[in-house]
């Protein structure tokens, strides 16, 4: 079975639009760490949460890619932009369409 993980994350006001760039920005790059689905989300009536489905090929991958040079620059630039909310879920994820 494939790992899969939803996070959401609270952007300071203002910055939500930048924290999703920087989340896509490393996106060329996952396919290849062993990511099948990688989607950032926002609702209109939200400014500052940001949400993000993810499923890799194991639990493994997901762990090395956060060691990925531009995963962790990534991640320092955002930082100074989230509130620190964030929540997970971690899956078994058993199908679905586009997987």
Partial sequence: MSYGRIASLK????????????LLSGSDGLRE????????????????????????????AHAASLELPEA???ISEA????????????LSVVGGLGL
Avoid: N
């Fill in 72 to 74: 962790k620059a990534a």
């Fill in 79 to 90: 930082m100074p932009m989230l509130t620190g909310e964030f929540t997970r879920q971690e």
């Fill in 33 to 60: 760490a062993g990511c099948d689905l990688y989607v950032v989300g926002v609702a209109d009536d939200d400014d500052v949460t940001i949400w993000v489905t993810e499923v890799w090929r194991s639990q493994e």
């Fill in 11 to 22: 952007a300071r006001p203002g910055h939500r639009d930048q924290v999703v760039s920087l």
